[in-house]
């Protein structure tokens, strides 16, 4: 399917772009007006782009009415936000407080969230969040005066607040306590929870071999995938002999010949759903040693 923003309505295209770019982190933003009146608002179009300065920017988009987002307005009069993140204890309030709520209503209210008093900027921040992070706005780049038309909002943080109950034992926060929620396209939102989260070895220091030097035999494997191979690419450089040796007395392998003594091809897809294992364990040194096991000769 091919795809030419040009030849399709605008609404058209969020569509396709958020159906499958996600799920993408929410900014809950809170602002005040130039009279102080309270705002606060979420936007999934929002991510963190720098640490140094830390810089976080959202883009609230023009509706149908091209009339300028409350949280837009806000943060270009006072050139200050409070990004608050959203976990899922806060989400159905979070989505209420989405609701267009004529300017000067307080959606802290209406959704039932509490105000907390920043110390560095005049917007409040959630006290409910399990992180909010004071902002002074340092640019607004408007992409467009059309419907759907992005707005950035730059913003360096000034000031961050982090509870303390999301951290784990090495003091930095921990995805299953943090319970972060993202947006997918159309109603659907994405939990980061439970089996939705895992974790993926960033790769060596050093070289991997890559998958191009992976042999043609496991590179063409029916079993294996392509996550599984980019994983073996990973290791800086295949086990020796002696190792792949000591390894075919293992029970796994034993096994395995004397299952598939007379059947080649079964007996290789037995080492792939093998080595499958071993990588779904972090075990990529194993994977390797089952995968470079061979048939053992009949002996005369």
């Given at each position: 399917m091919i795809i030419d923003p040009k030849e399709?309505?605008?609404?058209?295209?969020?569509?396709?772009?958020?159906?499958?770019?996600?799920?993408?982190?929410?900014?809950?933003?809170?602002?005040v007006d130039a009279q102080g009146n309270v705002n606060l608002a979420p936007y999934s179009f929002f991510n963190v782009f720098s640490s140094n300065p830390g810089t976080l920017i959202l883009s609230p988009a023009l509706p149908r009415d091209k009339a300028k987002k409350h949280t837009l307005t806000n943060a270009m009069e006072t050139g200050e936000i409070v990004i608050n993140i959203v976990s899922y204890p806060i989400v159905?309030?979070?989505?209420?407080?989405?609701?267009?709520?004529?300017?000067?209503?307080?959606?802290?209210v209406k959704s039932g969230l509490t105000e907390e008093k920043s110390q560095l900027v005049k917007p409040p921040y959630v006290k409910e969040a399990i992180a909010a992070f004071e902002c002074k706005v340092k640019e607004v780049v408007h992409m467009g005066d059309e419907p759907g038309a992005g707005n950035l909002i730059i913003c360096e943080v000034v000031l961050a607040h982090l509870k303390e109950e999301v951290l784990g034992e090495d003091g930095m926060p921990d995805p299953f306590k943090a319970d972060l929620v993202g947006r997918m396209g159309g109603d659907w939102y994405c939990r980061a929870n439970?089996?939705?989260?895992?974790?993926?070895?960033?790769?060596?220091?050093?070289?991997?071999?890559?998958?191009?030097?992976?042999?043609?035999?496991?590179?063409?494997?029916?079993?294996?995938?392509?996550?599984?191979?980019?994983?073996?690419?990973?290791?800086?450089?295949?086990?020796?002999?002696?190792?792949?040796?000591?390894?075919?007395?293992?029970?796994?392998?034993?096994?395995?010949?004397?299952?598939?003594?007379?059947?080649?091809?079964?007996?290789?897809?037995?080492?792939?759903?093998?080595?499958?294992?071993?990588?779904?364990?972090?075990?990529?040194?194993?994977?390797?040693?089952?995968?470079?096991?061979?048939?053992?000769?009949?002996?005369k």
């Open positions: 399709i309505s605008q609404p058209q295209l969020h569509g396709y772009m958020l159906g499958v770019i996600g799920p993408r982190p929410i900014a809950f933003a809170s602002t159905e309030q979070m989505s209420l407080a989405s609701t267009a709520y004529p300017k000067g209503v307080n959606e802290f439970g089996d939705a989260i895992f974790k993926l070895p960033k790769p060596n220091r050093n070289l991997g071999i890559g998958v191009d030097m992976i042999p043609d035999a496991i590179r063409n494997s029916s079993v294996l995938t392509g996550n599984n191979l980019g994983r073996l690419g990973n290791i800086e450089k295949l086990p020796g002999v002696d190792a792949v040796e000591a390894f075919s007395q293992t029970d796994e392998i034993v096994e395995i010949r004397q299952r598939f003594s007379d059947d080649r091809a079964g007996f290789v897809d037995a080492l792939h759903t093998l080595a499958q294992k071993f990588l779904e364990n972090n075990q990529l040194e194993n994977a390797w040693l089952a995968l470079l096991q061979t048939p053992k000769k009949p002996t």
